[in-house]
């Protein structure tokens, strides 16, 4: 059974940093795509970074410059560092890979 629990999340004020972990279980974490997603309320969830079994990532524009989605295939961790954060990322971020979700982190940041 996959299992992912994500943690690093909190209240910030803006141009503050927060970085969000996700450790992984039950899944070949050394081959499998992960990904971070958030969701605003009253908004879709959204991609904001995902990164593949070999590093490749790719990031949301409006967090291009500010946010580095990174692994750790050792820990079996995914990592998301923020800098530069805006009030409009506040969100629940959500963890995905291996076709599971996490429960999700709520990011809040204020003005």
């Known amino acids: 059974q996959v299992r992912l629990v994500e943690s690093g999340g909190g209240l910030v004020q803006a141009g503050g940093s927060l970085r969000l972990s996700c450790a992984a279980s039950?899944?070949?974490?050394?081959?499998?795509?992960m990904g971070w997603y958030r969701q605003a309320p009253g908004k879709q969830r959204e991609l904001v970074a995902d990164?593949?079994?070999?590093?490749?990532?790719n990031y949301a524009d409006s967090v291009k410059g500010r946010f580095t989605i990174s692994r750790d295939n050792v820990k079996n961790t995914v990592y998301l560092q923020m800098n530069s954060l805006k009030p409009e990322d506040t969100a629940v971020y959500y963890c995905?890979?291996?076709?599971?979700w996490g429960q999700g982190t709520q990011v809040t940041v204020s003005s």
């Open positions: 995905t890979g291996g076709q599971a």
């Open positions: 039950g899944i070949r974490f050394s081959i499998a795509a």
């Open positions: 990164i593949s079994s070999g590093g490749r990532t």
